[in-house]
T-cell receptor, first 110, second 113 residues
Framework: AQRVTQPEKLLSVFKGAPVELKCNYS??????LFWYVQYSRQRLQLLLR??SRESIKGFTADLNKGETSFHLKKPFAQEEDSAMYYC????????????FGTGTRLQVFP | NAGVTQTPKFQVLKTGQSMTLQCAQD?????MYWYRQDPGMGLRLIYY???????DKGEVPNGYNVSRLNKREFSLRLESAAPSQTSVYFC????????????FGQGTRLTVV
C-alpha cells in the first residue's frame, strides 16, 4: 500500500540534544516532500519543503531516494521545538493531492 | 487576510444526525482539502478538490460527501453521523505544487455520541 510512515509517535529529548524525526514513504516515482509542524494552539503550517533545499529554524531534511526516506534533523533541539511534526508528500501522478504521515510528537525537556 | 476559515469550531452530534462543515479561503487557491486528524493515525485525506466544480476521493472518503460550489468554498457533509467519525477535521487550501504550501484552518472538533 502507498503510504507515508513516521515510525515514532513520540520523541523525547533534552534541550541541546540532536533530533531526528524519521519519515519513510512507499510511493513510486519522485514525489514532492514536505515537513509540516503544529505548535500547541496553532494551526498546522509548513516547516520546509524538499524542493527549496532550505534550513528553517535550524531544521534540515535529507531526501534519500534509495531508502525512500525524508528524515528531519536538527543538531541542537530547543524547548520551543516541542510540537507535532508531519511528513507530507504530493504524488507525482496527482499533483493536486497532498498526503500526510502519521505524525511524531517531539518533546524537548529543559 | 483571514486565510482559511472553518465553521463551526466545535460540534456534538447524535448518531444518525447530519451536518455540514463549512470552509472558505480568501487566497484564491485552486486546490482545497479536507482531512481528519486522529491520535496515532495522523492526518488522513478525506476528499480534495483541484478546482471549482471538481472533487476527488482521498484516503478515507466513506461516510462523507463534499461540495465545491465556487473557488472560495469547500464544504464537507456527514449524512448520517457515526461514532467512528468523532475526530478533528481540518480544511486546507493551496496550489498543489512543490514550491508552494498548503494553508490550514483552525480545525473543527466533532464528537458523535
Amino acid at each position: 500500500a502507498q503510504r507515508v510512515t513516521q515510525p515514532e509517535k513520540l520523541l523525547s529529548v533534552f534541550k541541546g540534544a540532536p533530533v531526528e524525526l524519521k519519515c519513510n514513504y512507499s510511493y513510486s516515482g519522485s514525489p514532492e516532500l514536505f515537513w509540516y509542524v503544529q505548535y500547541s494552539r496553532q494551526r498546522l503550517q509548513l516547516l520546509l519543503r524538499h524542493i527549496s533545499r532550505e534550513s528553517i529554524k535550524g531544521f534540515t531534511a535529507d531526501l534519500n531516494k534509495g531508502e525512500t526516506s525524508f528524515h528531519l534533523k536538527k543538531p541542537f533541539a530547543q524547548e520551543e521545538d516541542s510540537a507535532m511534526y508531519y511528513c507530507a508528500l504530493i504524488p507525482p501522478w496527482d499533483t493536486d493531492k497532498l498526503i500526510f504521515g502519521t505524525g511524531t510528537r517531539l518533546q524537548v525537556f529543559p | 487576510n483571514a486565510g482559511v476559515t472553518q465553521t463551526p469550531k466545535f460540534q456534538v452530534l447524535k448518531t444518525g444526525q447530519s451536518m455540514t462543515l463549512q470552509c472558505a479561503q480568501d487566497m484564491n487557491h485552486n486546490s482545497m482539502y479536507w482531512y481528519r486528524q486522529d491520535p496515532g493515525m495522523g492526518l488522513r485525506l478525506i476528499y480534495y478538490s483541484a478546482s471549482e466544480g471538481t472533487t476527488d476521493k482521498g484516503e478515507v472518503p466513506n461516510g462523507y460527501n463534499v461540495s465545491r460550489l465556487n473557488k472560495r468554498e469547500f464544504s464537507l457533509r456527514l449524512e448520517s453521523a457515526a461514532p467512528s467519525q468523532t475526530s478533528v477535521y481540518f480544511c486546507a487550501s493551496g496550489e498543489g505544487a512543490a514550491d508552494t504550501e498548503a494553508f490550514f484552518g483552525q480545525g473543527t472538533r466533532l464528537t458523535v455520541v
